[in-house]
């Protein structure tokens, strides 16, 4: 456990996790916190692989005993022809799937308080499907509802699975269904599971150590069940407290494994306290406050990071930033994705209550699940990349995409929005009735004419936000060599070019080498003798279209022969490039750009050295006249002289 205490007079910070080893640093500095070495760090490993060794197999076997056919795996699943979700008054109805609910007058944000006469109010689910069950399936369940309005009403169901089938709306069968739901969750424990391993192998660090546990713990939650029911209250909150907490504290202590100063130390205890209350007190008695106070939680450590990116100055460690925000955007947006989809459900379900739209409710129950466990493995794997270090630099093209699409999505949504409710009220307005279908069909082609251009203006604006370098070099470079290429030597040339060329792709360096690679024609972030030694044992490939990469060669793994657009033209040098800074290759789009540079560059090289041997051979020329003028001047200085010149001729002095 580490411990920390305030030490006058110089206000400085004691931190200790070792015992007898102490670390002291100034309360305005960074806060330093050591990683477990030696026989703590052996205790942790076997308290890693213990866990995992216990915590897999538990959540295997829980999963598969939710395939027994008990009605808790889903709402559906209890027979009724309604979908239900709990509330604080019972069992709220959401969806009302047959003909029997419609015609016993069951709608939509009804609330089942009553089965069989047995009250639901202040049970927990467990418990209302026990008073469910007791009506075993082919038999009749008397149900006492209220209204949203207030007003108490009864009704008769039968149980049956035909239907759920019917809810279901014949897509899938109960089995398949149930079985479907409990896979989905299945995965994202096993995607928490690879990534707890990916991180444990990097335990020597401190914040792999926090977040390989975090995540391993992850894999608590789908025995919850089994912990709250077997444990006392407090060790069963585990699954809820603990993994969330390692998680706060690493990304607190993330990147370099410090904490930014004492208020971000106080924020940490006061956080992990916080989600302690939360999992604890306030889920039990106020569910919807508990949602809110970790949202605040959440949105404070983001804060925390925030501030933490703002003051970093390292160009590696803001990607790993970036990394981490992206991880949350994509948390949020998934999350937001599946709350949309569920909302798409419940809209369908209250325009068209019975089973004529089932088929799209039951889909929308097994798209959002996606959605919804798809967001914490989104912020889990930008925390592991930004940690691993690997391709950092992809951070801007994944945000530029993902808001290109979704920025596409919203405005094509919209436009369909605005188009239809438009036609619809000239509709009214002129006509005297809605359009219905027409106002949708025009909507729908209106959108579909509109989906390229709209995209293709994302695209240009994302590009030009989230990489502004590369765009940069793509339509600047080209214009600046055909100005050089007039006036200026090879060597400003490739000097300027490879000046853009390296920090637009984020590589360690870059060279240009002449057509059969027997010389470097100029070096960028690399020692020109490394360059000459690599090239010496390279042979130029036969027959390269736009780019070669050799994955196995460490140093200098793009080629790019440079020449005219032109099938006739001939290679007139060679780009090469080195891995990025991260220690991987240039990207997709990296290479996209790179390959349309080949034939500007190529064209300035041979203008230039077109013009150069053009300008060199006038000098010769220029040089041997010279000579010859000087040679007639002697000749016909040496004729005057000797007088053989006409009478009265006087030569010039």
Known sequence: MMRCELRPPDQSLSCCIDPGEVIIVNARKPIQIRPLTGGWLRGYTILWIALAIFLMPLAIVHEISRYDGTPRTNAIEIGLGANIMQTSLGLDVFQVGTDEAVAAGIVQDDVITHFNGVPL??????EMMDALERTPKGQAVALRLVSEDGVEKEAQLLRSDANSVTTLGGVFTLPVFRMILIT???LGQIGFMILAIVLFRRRQE?????????????????AEAFFRDSLPAFAGAIPDIVPGSLTILGLLLFPEGQFRNRLSVGFAIFAVAALALNGLVISDFAP????????????????????????????????????????FAGMVLFIA????????????AAAAPGPHYNWLSALTLIVAPVFENSAPLSLALGLLIA?????????????GRTTTYVLTTVFLGLGFFVTERAINFAGR?????????ISYGIAAALAAVSLGPIHAAMVRWSDRRFQKQLVSLRDDLPETARDMRHSATRDDLLKTALER????????????????????????????????DWASNWTPEVGVKGFAIDKSDPFLPFRMPLRAADEESEIVGWLVVTMRLDGSMINRDERIVLTGLADPLARAMTIIEERVKAGEETRDRIETLSDRLATIEVLLKQTLQSGSVRSGFKPAE
Do not use: C
Not at 429 to 437: F, I, K, M, R, V
């Open 429 to 437: 307005a002129y006509l005297g009735d809605d359009l219905g279908a």
């Open 184 to 186: 989905l969750n299945f």
């Open 206 to 222: 401190i914040v792999p150590q926090v977040m390989a546990l975090g995540f391993l713990m992850v894999t608590l939650f789908p």
């Open 501 to 532: 060329v390296v920090p637009a792709v984020y590589a360690k360096g870059a060279a240009v080498l002449n057509s059969d690679a027997s010389g470097v024609l100029h070096a960028q972030g690399l020692a020109h003798d490394e360059v000459e």
């Open 387 to 399: 940690l691993l270090r690997y391709r950092l630099y992809d951070a801007d093209v994944v945000i």
């Open 337 to 348: 994705i599946s709350e949309v989809i569920g909302e798409i459900g419940y809209f369908v």
């Open 121 to 126: 109010t202040g049970l927990e689910y467990g």
């Open 288 to 327: 919807g406050a508990s949602q809110l106070v970790f949202i605040a939680i959440m949105a404070l450590v983001v804060l925390q990071i925030g501030i933490k990116y703002r003051g970093s100055a390292d160009d590696e460690t803001r990607q790993q930033f970036r990394w981490v925000f992206l991880g």
